[in-house]
């Protein structure tokens, strides 16, 4: 159990967000299938992502990291090489679902494996669309669960695929596939859902149609390395937002956090709920700098289309919510009980505790607002998100937090608690 920081008189400070982790992942995968080098600033040096270097080292390629950037030798499409052992990834459900598709085409067999949380997550997602193309993988025993097997095979075919999900990382998977396979592959998506792959590709030299939710692309493409500035993470900035707009007398500047249209859901729920929120564009067009101020908040609905705009900040907006007027209602969201935990029972059942009054429902929560918030004991279920914004909840209380699993924020977030700490002021 650790204590949590609670009673928080104001927040007040500057703080630079840490790298996106999607990004990070993605450029690490793509600098090793690319020619040449591959040089990285602004990397997230956190579990996840540490996870997604250890295992393309294991398959034999060349990553150097002198601290500050990080050098990818690309060994091409054809240069990676047979694991001796077992891939662990770790907490990184985006490292096993990317890798199953880059992996698929392979001429040589691997074991992807997980933490107790990792291996109970559904993989059928990516067996399905990368058997369709001719790959063997299997999960464990019989099950879609890790560790997924996979079996060399000789080429992939091409697919139309239309997707019964909205997910960044199955999509990914079947381009990094699609990238291997003979023919034109065709992914429609149900949603539009994070676009880095995508970009990411077409920043390498590779040639890929986005056309709304449909992405077409074609085996055999040769990228080239290139040089990768990772801006920070908004599902990192959103626990500081959040923070800044329910802690009373709160004034933040969030620096360098990453906008990308398919990211910033959050942004238009704080507007919608009357934040104070000023963003600020850097030249690079990729980051903004954000101003938060403590803000009077009014209930909202999120829904559709909006959720995967903001999918991973779900857990941090319920908190938001039990600090507005009114009954906030977040529908459409299942995808949350497949998260690195069921994000929706963790985040009514441990605010709950703390008196908020939250409801679950099959797809997502009504929140129930204007709570004041109480000390309890509560439980981050080993989930990074749920940790951190459950550190944020203790920020509003007058009683003690104690919180069980806090280190798994070191999963994306190695430094909250020491900025926690140096943006309260008591
Ligand atoms: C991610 C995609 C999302 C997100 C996860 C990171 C990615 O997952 O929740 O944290 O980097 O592609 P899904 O693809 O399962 O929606």
């Known amino acids: 159990m650790r204590p ?3 009673h928080a008189k104001q927040l007040k400070g500057t703080l630079t967000i840490p790298g996106d982790k999607s990004i990070s992942h993605r450029s690490i995968m ?3 299938i690319a020619e040449g080098k591959t040089r990285i600033t602004g990397f997230l040096r956190a579990e996840d992502c540490l996870s997604t270097i250890q295992v393309m080292r294991q398959l034999g390629a060349t990553i150097h990291d002198d601290g500050e950037k990080i050098v990818v030798e690309g060994k091409g499409m054809n240069g990676l090489t047979a694991p001796s052992e077992l891939l662990d990834v770790g907490n990184s459900g985006t490292t096993i679902r990317l890798l199953a598709g880059l992996l698929a085409g392979q001429p040589f067999k691997s ?10 997550r559904p993989m059928q997602r990516v067996i399905t669309p990368l058997s369709q193309m001719g790959a063997k993988l299997h999960g464990h025993e019989g099950t879609e669960l890790p560790p997924l097997t996979i079996e060399p095979v000789d080429h992939l075919q091409a ?11 199955v999509k990914s998977a079947i381009i990094l596939a699609g990238l291997q396979a003979e023919g034109e592959t065709v992914v429609i998506e149900k949603e539009r ?3 880095h792959t995508e970009e990411m590709l077409q920043q390498f030299g590779g040639q890929i149609d986005v056309n709304g939710k449909e992405i077409r692309l074609k085996g055999g493409q040769t990228l080239k390395g290139q040089t990768i500035e990772v801006p920070g993470d908004i599902s990192s900035a959103a626990f500081f937002l959040v923070a800044g707009l329910i802690v009373p007398n709160s004034d933040l500047l969030l620096k360098n956090v990453g906008i990308n249209e398919t990211r910033s859901g959050i942004i238009d729920v704080i507007k919608d709920m009357g934040g104070n929120i000023t963003i600020s564009m850097r030249p690079n067009g990729i ?3 954000i101003r938060v101020q403590t803000s009077q908040l009014k209930a909202t609905t999120i829904n559709g289309e909006m959720i995967p705009r903001l999918i991973d900040e779900i857990p941090i907006i319920a908190l938001l919510a039990t600090q507005a007027e009114g009954d906030t209602v977040i529908e459409d969201a299942e995808e949350l009980k497949v998260k690195e935990t069921d994000r929706i029972h963790a985040v009514a059942s441990q605010l709950n505790k703390m008196n908020a009054h939250i409801n679950e429902t099959e797809d997502g929560m009504i929140i129930h607002g204007g709570s004041s918030l109480q000390g309890a004991e509560v439980d981050s279920f080993g989930d990074h998100r749920i940790g951190m914004m459950l550190q944020v909840a203790a920020l509003l209380t007058q009683s003690e937090v104690h919180m069980k699993d806090a280190d798994c924020v070191n999963i994306s977030y190695p430094t909250f608690f020491d900025e926690i700490a140096r943006l309260v002021q008591a």
């Open 4 to 6: 949590l920081i609670h």
């Open 30 to 32: 793509l600098g090793a």
């Open 111 to 120: 074991v992807l494996a997980g933490d107790q949380y990792l291996n109970k």
């Open 159 to 169: 697919i139309r695929y239309e997707m019964p999900v909205a997910s960044a990382q």
């Open 193 to 195: 859902s994070r676009n």
């Open 287 to 289: 980051s903004a700098d």
